[in-house]
Structure formats: structure tokens, C-alpha cells
């Protein structure tokens, strides 16, 4: 089972990247995903989440109204739509699928607990300059 994540780099402040995440090995259809980033801290910090239908999602305060969280299930993929980037925003950007699946709803999850979340792509990068 592996998540792969992509669409990393370098964007100036005030532009857009776009963040997929695609599984395979195993479909991740029933279960919310969640993306998180660590920057120099230990820290792997929540930032989204979306529910198995995709039909909620939820935000850490700081990325509302810049980022947007969505799925394709067809594809088996997550992405992470980030606007008007920030020299904060930078960090290491790491998707992730809950460990709950059975189309349980988003609110019924602890889906900003790191814990919470059993598997993990290998990071991409987002740096943005200032």
C-alpha cells in the first residue's frame, strides 16, 4: 500500500500549487483523508480533511479560504488546491488516509489527530518565497 504525493516546488507568495495524492495497492474509497505539514518544527502539523464522499471537509483556521481539499475516488487520488500562497505556507506536505473507513461521516472522526491517520505518503515540498 502506498500513498504518493505530488506537485511540490517553488511558488512566490501570492500564487497556487496544486498537491495529488494517489494510492495504490488498495482503494482509500470508504475513508476521509486528511493532509498535514511539518516545517522545521517536530511537529506534523493538521491542515485538511475531506469525508469519503468528499461531501464535507474541514480546514486548519490559517489555510481557510486559500486552500480547497478534494477527492476523486475513481481515481483513488486526494488533492490539495493552495491559493495565495504565504512565505508561512512553506513545509513538508504529507497526505494521509484515517484509519476509520466504512464511510463513517467526517464529523464522527477525530480526523485533526495525527494518530488518527494509519497511512502516510512520503512528503512533497512546498517552499514559498517571499
Known amino acids: 500500500v502506498q500513498l504518493q504525493a505530488s506537485g511540490g516546488g517553488l511558488v512566490q507568495a501570492g500564487g497556487s500549487a496544486r498537491l495529488s495524492c494517489t494510492a495504490s495497492g488498495r482503494s482509500f474509497s470508504t475513508h476521509a483523508m486528511g493532509w498535514f505539514r511539518q516545517d522545521l518544527g517536530p511537529e506534523r502539523a493538521f491542515v485538511a480533511a475531506?469525508?469519503?464522499?468528499?461531501?464535507?471537509?474541514y480546514y486548519t483556521d490559517s489555510v481557510k479560504g486559500r486552500f480547497t481539499i478534494s477527492r476523486d475516488n475513481a481515481k483513488n487520488t486526494v488533492y490539495l488546491q493552495m491559493n495565495n500562497l504565504k512565505p508561512e505556507d512553506t513545509a513538508v506536505y504529507y497526505c494521509?488516509?484515517?484509519?476509520?473507513?466504512?464511510?463513517?461521516?467526517?464529523?464522527?472522526?477525530?480526523?485533526?489527530?495525527?494518530?488518527?491517520?494509519?497511512?502516510w505518503g512520503q512528503g512533497t515540498l512546498v517552499t514559498v518565497s517571499s
Open positions: 494521509a488516509a484515517h484509519r476509520i473507513g466504512q464511510r463513517v461521516s467526517l464529523e464522527k472522526l477525530d480526523f485533526g489527530l495525527r494518530a488518527q491517520y494509519d497511512y
Open positions: 475531506i469525508s469519503w464522499s468528499g461531501n464535507s471537509s
